[in-house]
């Protein structure tokens, strides 16, 4: 059965580093999606991505986040300057469609720490 | 406003016995989705409802949904060690373009063997 994959599974970074998170969406699905989940608490949505560009994203998706898909496989997440609350667990989706009828699927994330 | 708020936070049953789980939300959805989580790991997608919807079954899994209460829940029959884990709902927002999903808290769910 296809499903999402993300690499890498840990990053350790310093504060102020760039980090990208990568993610490789199931090959027939049209929608991706970032979310994240600081340690204990919810899962909470940053962005959606459709036809190449941002078709929504949340207040937590400043500046400092991008998203990209870069060829026809990956979909990356960008972190241009981290910062300690950015330690969190960082989960790519994907989804065939959307409305009543579409799940969307979670790859296992990336746990990210911020030093 | 919050979504997807389940109840209980924790439960602990007993090899064997039901669990069944709570999720409430406040605004109107498309469908409602639960999701079980591994202590650390990724979301696994159990089953989506409908709005349109009011039951649906698989396997061990039944969920209901009932839109007049905006509630939704997850019942796990005859429940098996690997089941324990945590358990969220998520909702889906009603909005342009790509869906967005709005989860809870969870639920942490513990089968004592």
């Known amino acids: 059965e296809p499903e999402v994959t993300q690499t890498p599974s840990h990053q350790v970074t310093q504060m102020g580093q760039e980090v990208i998170l990568r993610c490789v969406p199931i090959?027939?699905?049209?929608?991706f999606y970032w979310y994240r989940q600081i340690l204990g608490q919810k899962v909470e949505f940053l962005v959606s991505f459709y036809n190449n560009e941002i078709s929504e994203k949340s207040e937590i998706f400043d500046d400092q986040f991008s998203v990209e898909r870069p060829d026809g496989s990956n979909f990356t997440l960008k972190i241009r300057s981290t910062k300690l609350e950015d330690s969190a667990m960082y989960f790519c989706?994907?989804?065939?469609?959307?409305?009543?009828?579409?799940?969307?699927?979670f790859g296992p994330g990336t746990r990210l720490l911020v030093l | 406003s919050q979504q997807g708020e389940e109840d209980p936070q924790a439960l602990s049953i007993q090899e064997g016995e039901n669990a069944t789980m709570n999720c409430s939300y406040k605004t109107s959805i498309n469908n409602l989705q639960w999701y079980r989580q591994n202590s650390g790991r990724g979301l696994v997608h159990l089953i989506l409802i409908r709005s349109n919807e009011r039951e649906k079954h698989s396997g061990r899994l039944r969920v209901t949904l009932d839109t007049s209460k905006k509630s939704s829940s997850l019942l796990i029959t005859a429940s098996r060690a690997a089941d324990t884990a945590s358990y969220f709902c998520?909702?889906?927002?009603?909005?342009?373009?790509?869906?967005?999903?709005?989860f809870g808290q969870g639920t942490r769910l513990t089968i004592n063997p």
């Open positions: 090959s027939n699905h049209l929608y």
């Open positions: 989706a994907s989804s065939r469609e959307t409305g009543n009828r579409e799940t969307q699927y």
């Open positions: 998520a909702t889906d927002a009603i909005i342009q373009g790509a869906q967005k999903l709005v």
